[in-house]
């Protein structure tokens, strides 16, 4: 796929940066404020996005990027797995909450609340990549 | 509470260990080729393990997330395993272990292979999760689970028909998904609560019959879909036999099972209750199934849509037996349920087998596989006859509890037209077995060779249950294994109580 003009690029570039460092803040403080690991992850993969539709990709590097996105999702799901598992396997329920709960309205509170953001954060910006990713290859192929 | 205190926490084991094994293998499948098989199987181990170890116990109930009830009234979501569910589980499971031992070798034709495991640990995972869940909208959710997964699985060769299949499935299977969860937004607006025993509790003290009448005809169109009962089944003879081998025994065997008839019959008996009307209409339905399956499927030469159509036929009779509603009729329709997860699996396996040899599924093409696939042809006959419901085998004794059931509750019709079908779908497996298996090898199949020892083990597996099952009615296992099933159902909103109280 080819890129957009030096401007676009330019601009997505400046503005990547930002979007990514927005989307970390709302994942991290999913707790706190509106917003969460699923909001948050599709901010963060918007950087990405903007990325890769402005500044173009090749096939060989756009394959690399798919898979790195597919184990990014699973290692996000698989964290959000190990983290309500570890309650089961303290002989309690699953989904417990072992943590402390800490101060409310501070940022290290809610016990493992804002570990499961992160976890839905790193799997939905990956899968929301690779969905992408994925319409960008069915457009290459389609005049077979 | 004492030991069942302990023994409760093992039924999320049973959604959660699939799930953390299909994650497991698309993480590890960069190590080495083999971890998929092993991560998947060593699963399933586990789980039947478990499943077995969980016979013989009272009703479980486990409060997700330790939401314990306040005042009586559930607040969290529960999971619920009794007798019904038990035997689900053993069907899922046992199933899903011999269909995986059976991929070892045959999944080597397609290309990733994780990505198949993960997706048929996921199907497990949703499958588990409705037969445990004891919340109306959580099994709504695992029904999702099990479906998506499946839609994926009928695509897998990513051939043209395949894909149509697997996208006729998909609109069929989202249609009734939508009539589904119409139903459950309905009891949701009368009721107030999703929880199945609670729903049950305040449907007794309102006489609330109208909007009940509705929602049993949503959730019969919409589980009529999913387990493709006779005006709802145009999706199935294309889904099924597009799936890989493996998949098609469990599309047939366990999910229109799992998804289709338990989770209708599970809200009807035990929640909703039914009335004459509702059981008059399923028979009927299940009777056209029943004649209709075995007609379509005679006219076939596609060696696997022969079978999805007896699927069709042979989920009448599961849901006869169960639908004339008397101890016996029941009995026989969840007996025939196990029974034909058996033979149904085994024969889509036997499918497999000769097309991993042939490379054909076309009847006409093929012919006198015996003298190269000695296996295959002999488990595929004892597969058939126990179809046809021939005496040793499993399908013999319960098509004749069923039939005997019919006879006892004076539905004389019913009774000869199940006789009537049995005999057609003899007719109908001949067909099969002289095309397939006996008569003359022809020119193109002559270096043909005998599947791998995996395909072999697990068809010999099922071709063994097939044989010995009908012990399941002697008295001590039928106690264990088929008895606390029928009861679940006869006892009918004694459900509600018996959850509510744990």
Known sequence: MKGMTEIVKTISRLLAGLIFFYGIYIVVFGHLTPGGGFAGGIVISGAFILLIIANGIDEEKINRVREKAGFLESSGIFLFWVISTIGLCMGTFFFLNFLGKGKPLNIFSAGTVPLCNIAIGIEVSAALCSIVIAFMLVKKGDKK | MGSSSITQYLLPVLVVLPLGGALLIQLLKKVSKLISDIIANFILVVLVVLVFSLLNNPVLVYKVGGWMPVKGIPVGIYLVLDGLSLLLLIIINMIGLISLIFSISYMNKFTNKPLYYTLFLL????????????????????????????????????????????????????????????????????????????????????????????????????????????????????????????????????????????????????????????????????????TAGVFLAFAQWDFKRLLAYHSISQ???????????????????????????????????????????????????????????????????????????????????????????????????????????????????????RYAFFGELKQASKDIKEVPFAMCFSMILLAFLCTTMGVLLFPGAKELFIDPAVNVLLNGKGYISLVLSR
Request: aromatic share 10%; proline share 4%; charged share 10%.
């Open chain 2, 123 to 290: 199907m497990i995972t949703g499958m588990n999760g409705v037969v445990l869940s004891g919340d109306l909208f959580n099994i709504y959710v695992f029904l999702e689970v099990a479906a998506i997964a499946s839609y994926s699985l009928v695509a897998f060769g990513t051939e043209a028909d395949e894909l149509e299949a697997s996208f006729k499935y998909q609109v069929m299977g989202t249609v009734a998904s939508a009539f589904i969860l119409l139903g459950i937004i309905i009891i949701y607006s009368i009721t107030g609560t999703l929880n199945l025993a609670d729903i049950g509790r305040v449907l007794k003290d309102k006489a609330t019959e109208t909007p009940l009448i509705l929602t049993g005809i949503l959730f019969l169109v919409g589980f009529g879909l999913k387990g493709a009962m006779m005006p709802f089944h145009a999706w199935l003879p294309d889904a099924h036999p597009s799936a890989p081998a493996p998949i098609s025994a469990m599309l047939s065997g366990v999910l229109i099972k799992a998804i289709g008839i338990y989770v209708l019959v599970r809200i009807m008996f035990n929640v909703i209750g039914v009335t004459p009307i509702f059981s008059n209409m399923m028979l009927y339905i299940s009777a056209i199934s029943m």
């Open chain 2, 315 to 433: 989920m009448g009779y599961v849901m006869l037996g169960i639908w004339l509603m008397t101890p016996l009729g029941i009995l026989g329709g969840l007996f025939h349920m196990l029974n034909h997860s058996v033979f149904k699996s085994l024969l889509f396996l036997n499918s497999g087998a000769v097309v991993y040899g042939t490379g054909s599924r076309q009847l006409k093409r093929l012919g006198g596989l015996n003298q190269k696939m000695p296996v295959t042809g002999g488990t595929s006959l004892i597969a058939s006859m126990s179809i046809a419901g021939l005496p040793p085998f499993n399908g013999f004794w319960s098509k004749l509890i069923i039939i005997m059931a019919c006879i006892q509750s004076h539905h004389f019709f019913l009774a000869a037209l199940a006789v009537l079908v049995s005999i057609m779908t003899l007719v109908s497996f001949l067909k099969v077995q």
